[in-house]
């Protein structure tokens, strides 16, 4: 293995604001956002989301402190902020994308 050093040795000698970038990169990428977080980080109100969805806005604010939405519910969200809504499923540290019927037969 001549040329290759371990990681242990490379982020031994990164500078500390270096370090640093990379701590705060990798949390970015393993964070969870909730509905609300990703509604404000693009930049709509409760009351533009409503619309989008044709629904009341007090309605809109019980789907985003929810914890137990459906599926479709929460598609439909996922769709007036501009998304998809996907699932994956990990088993014994496989990812298996996760389809739902009405997409399969979409596909075949």
Do not use: W
């Not at 500390?16 to 693009?42: F, G, P, T």
């Not at 806005?57 to 914890?67: L, M, V």
Request: proline letters at 3%; charged letters at 25%.
């Amino acid at each position: 293995m001549s040329g290759h050093r371990s990681f242990e040795v490379l982020r031994s000698r990164m500078s500390s604001e270096r370090k640093e970038a990379n701590i705060a990169a990798a949390q970015e990428m393993n964070r969870l956002y909730v509905l609300s977080q990703i509604r404000r980080e693009i930049g709509l109100t409760q009351v533009e989301v409503a619309d989008r969805l044709a629904v009341a806005q007090p309605t809109y604010a019980a789907f985003e402190r929810s914890d137990n939405l459906r599926v479709g519910t929460l598609s439909k969200i996922v769709s007036a902020l501009g998304g998809v809504l996907k699932f994956h499923v990990e088993i014994d540290g496989r990812d298996y994308p996760l389809g739902f019927p009405a997409q399969h037969m979409a596909l075949a």
